[in-house]
């Protein structure tokens, strides 16, 4: 777990810093980055959301795996 995710265990984020951090990891999707995720610790909406786009960003990290996979061998 990186550092900064490490501390949110420690201290409550604001609902503005929550918006930051998930536009901040749909930035970071949509440039590829398929290594970043949302808290799991969340609670209410926000654990929902957190949770959709981990999967989300799962999935797609394994469609891409699985892509390269196949034009390896074409």
Not at 16 to 38: H, N, Q, T, Y
Request: hydrophobic share 45%.
């Amino acid at each position: 777990m990186p550092a900064a995710h490490a501390q949110t265990h420690l201290v409550e984020e604001s609902p503005d810093a929550r918006s930051r951090m998930i536009l901040a990891a749909i930035e970071s999707f949509r440039d590829g980055k398929f290594a970043v995720r949302l808290p799991t610790h969340w609670s209410g909406a926000d654990a929902k959301i957190a949770a959709a786009f981990n999967q989300t960003i799962a999935h797609q990290q394994r469609l891409s795996a699985e892509v390269a996979r196949l034009s390896e061998s074409v």
